[in-house]
């Protein structure tokens, strides 16, 4: 059965701070990894990962892909109040057509 | 750009009542996908469809149907709801060209069934 698990499921940290998100996976026919925020509704769109080690980078959220441990990491910097929200973890998959299996989330809080 | 339209954004159901929810996309897109969130299980494919008059189960599809006579929408109903279908539903769209597989989301619906 294909697996995300994201870790922790929860974070509550003080503006400034610097986090990290996890996200390991165990799937078959793997494709890509991607980052989502979700804040009050629909999810959207952080990074896309198709190599190992190599940083995608937007201001202060970065991220890297390790295919040989099966894992996903999320960094924000420098964290504000606005960053506040549920961080998705998704890895698309070919069973027969393309897919997404997503993990369950984490919820990152930042207190002023 | 509209981009996902899903249509309603709430709705309240009795137990065995039917109802549909649509999603509009106006990106060509292939792909179209119904997805389920509930607190603490992220989001859960229920049907997807790559294609025009193409459907296909996906993980949680128990109890949902859908149709995909024209490519730009995708129709989820549910025949008779039962309290265990309260949820956001969330429709997706994306190409099927490897590199650009990024899901693009509708606002989601709030659906609880007494």
């Known amino acids: 059965e294909d697996k995300v698990v994201q870790s922790p499921l929860s974070l509550v940290v003080h503006e400034g701070d610097t986090v990290t998100l996890n996200c390991s996976y165990e799937?078959?026919?793997?494709?890509?990894l991607l980052w989502y925020k979700q804040e009050k509704k629909a999810p959207t769109f952080l990074f896309m990962l198709?190599?190992?080690?190599i940083e995608k980078k937007s201001g202060r959220l970065s991220s890297i892909l390790d295919k040989k441990e099966l894992f996903s990491i999320l960094n924000i910097t420098a964290t504000q109040t606005g960053d506040s929200a549920v961080y998705l973890c998704a890895v698309t998959i070919i069973q027969g057509a393309q897919k997404l299996v997503f993990g369950q989330g984490t919820r990152l809080t930042i207190n002023p | 750009n509209a981009g996902v339209t899903q249509t309603p954004k709430f709705r309240v159901l009795k137990t065995g009542q039917s109802m549909t929810l649509l999603c509009a996309q106006d990106m060509n897109h292939e792909y179209m996908y119904w997805y389920r969130q509930d607190p603490g299980m992220g989001l859960r494919l229920i049907h997807y469809?790559?294609?025009?008059?193409?459907?296909a189960k996906g993980e949680v599809p128990d109890g949902y149907n859908v149709s995909r006579l024209k490519k730009q929408n995708f129709l989820l109903g549910l025949e008779s709801a039962a309290p265990s279908q309260t949820s956001v539903y969330f429709c997706a769209s994306s190409y099927s060209i490897t590199g650009n597989e990024k899901l693009f989301f509708g606002s989601g619906t709030q659906l609880s069934v007494l």
């Open positions: 469809s790559v294609g025009e008059g193409t459907t």
């Open positions: 198709t190599s190992s080690g």
């Open positions: 799937v078959t026919n793997f494709r890509s």
